[in-house]
């Protein structure tokens, strides 16, 4: 059963670059477009991690992390910013609302799989 990543991320063209790279990496994947989608996707679809993005509509990734991390049920999921804010004030935020890894758009695919294969382990 391959583990399942929720990617949130509001550029179509680097969502779907993200899933066909996690895809052939052998992870399921499922996206959101938005900040709000995100966290019901979270919620409902049992990811093992998750990509976000910072800069969201509806809601912006700072708030869907703590959202996620200061609910009980929810709070084990790996989260991995991907975002192209790179500022050091950004990352303390990040810290703060206790992401487990912040990634600076832009990346290689294959930076942000080896970081999903450290929270995760291998397929």
Same mark, same amino acid.
């Given at each position: 059963?391959?583990? @399942? ?5 509001? +550029? ?9 790279? &996690?895809?052939?990496? *052998?992870?399921?994947? $499922?996206? =959101?477009?938005? *900040?709000?989608?995100? !966290?019901? %996707?979270?919620?409902?679809? /049992?990811?093992? #991690?998750?990509? !976000?993005? #910072?800069? &969201?509509? @509806?809601?912006?990734?700072? %708030?869907?992390?703590?959202? &996620? ?5 929810? %709070? /084990? $999921?790996?989260?991995?910013? &991907?975002? =192209?804010? +790179?500022?050091?004030?950004?990352? @303390? !935020?990040? +810290?703060?609302?206790? =992401?487990? =890894?912040? !990634?600076? @758009? ?13 929270? #995760?382990? +291998? /397929?």
């Amino acid at each position: 059963m391959p583990k @399942k990543i929720l990617v949130a991320e509001d +550029s179509a063209t680097i969502s779907e670059m993200m899933k066909q790279s &996690l895809e052939e990496a *052998g992870f399921s994947v $499922i996206t =959101a477009a938005d *900040g709000q989608d995100a !966290l019901e %996707k979270a919620r409902t679809q /049992n990811s093992d #991690l998750i990509v !976000l993005d #910072l800069m &969201l509509p @509806k809601i912006d990734g700072y %708030k869907v992390c703590r959202m &996620l991390k200061f609910d009980e049920k929810y %709070k /084990n $999921i790996p989260v991995v910013i &991907l975002t =192209a804010r +790179s500022g050091d004030a950004d990352k @303390k !935020l990040a +810290s703060e609302v206790r =992401a487990d =890894a912040y !990634l600076v @758009k832009p990346f290689e695919p294959e930076t942000l799989i080896s970081k999903i294969k450290e929270f #995760l382990g +291998s /397929n």
